[in-house]
């Protein structure tokens, strides 16, 4: 790296593509989990989402983090869940590794 090389984490100067690439690429291993819900129109959604993680054991809690569509809208995951307040996290196994890094 050259010595007048700068490189900004001030989340203001960087797009959010390039900061989503930055944290993907420096908090790892990243769980991944699949997340299901039903519209409240009872359409069933399964997506897999690497934005969670434990808080606390007591109470019992869970974060995850949405982000929106390329399109500035909400993903359908987070719709669902204030829509009808239900969702299930669905734990990857070895047998799906494969197909939910790639």
Do not use: H, W
């Amino acid at each position: 790296m050259k010595e007048n090389t700068k490189i900004s984490i001030i989340p203001a100067e960087i797009d959010q593509s390039s900061r989503y690439k930055l944290l993907i690429s420096t908090i790892v291993p990243r769980p991944i989990a699949l997340i299901s819900t039903i519209s409240s129109s009872g359409i069933d959604n399964l997506a897999p989402f690497s934005s969670y993680n434990l808080v606390t054991s007591d109470p019992m809690s869970i974060v995850v983090s949405f982000i929106q569509k390329n399109t500035g809208k909400e993903k359908d995951t987070l719709i669902n869940i204030l829509e009808t307040g239900e969702f299930c996290i669905n734990s990857v196994n070895v047998s799906m590794m494969d197909k939910i890094v790639s």
